[in-house]
């Protein structure tokens, strides 16, 4: 039988946390800083916990793999 693959682009972008968490970094932070508040650039700053409610066809797409 055919294995599910990890999802390359999922792979990249979350990561799993050890009580099976979703973090991935937050969007709107690679250019046109210079328009943002400073208070909307710091808030940007870090990565961020995922809702639940994506974080199911996450793990399916990342099939266990969690670096």
């Given at each position: 039988?055919?294995?599910?693959?990890?999802?390359?682009?999922?792979?990249?972008?979350?990561?799993?946390?050890?009580?099976?968490?979703?973090?991935?970094?937050?969007?709107?932070?690679?250019?046109?800083?210079?328009?943002?508040?400073?208070?909307?650039?710091?808030?940007?700053?870090?990565?961020?916990?995922?809702?639940?409610?994506?974080?199911?066809?996450?793990?399916?797409?990342?099939?266990?793999?969690?670096s």
């Amino acid at each position: 039988m055919p294995k599910q693959k990890t999802h390359k682009g999922t792979k990249k972008r979350f990561r799993l946390t050890a009580t099976g968490k979703i973090k991935h970094r937050q969007a709107g932070t690679s250019h046109l800083a210079t328009a943002m508040s400073n208070k909307r650039s710091r808030n940007l700053r870090g990565t961020r916990v995922l809702s639940e409610t994506m974080a199911k066809q996450i793990r399916v797409a990342l099939n266990g793999y969690s670096s």
